[in-house]
């Protein structure tokens, strides 16, 4: 398993306290990214977005072997 990060966007549709729900084209529903998998700085920057309910598209870095699994490689 690799240590490197992925940059990534996708639409982000919640914020939880240990994980985010997103969606990803290449599958169907919301798919979970637990918060530790993202970089330190992106993860701080995710508080502060405002989704006002719609989702949000957003570019963030992602652990690379996460990327890869979801499709967003």
């Known amino acids: 398993m690799s240590d490197s990060y992925r940059t990534v966007t996708?639409?982000?549709r919640q914020v939880r306290s240990n994980s985010i729900m997103v969606e990803v084209a290449s599958r169907q529903g919301w798919q979970s990214i637990p918060?530790?998998?993202i970089s330190g700085a992106d993860d701080i920057k995710l508080d502060r977005i405002d989704f006002s309910g719609?989702?949000?598209?957003?570019?963030?870095?992602?652990?690379?072997?996460?990327?890869?699994?979801l499709g967003l490689a």
């Open 10 to 12: 996708t639409l982000i």
């Open 54 to 69: 719609q989702g949000k598209e957003h570019t963030f870095r992602l652990m690379e072997w996460k990327a890869e699994e």
């Open 35 to 37: 918060r530790s998998l």
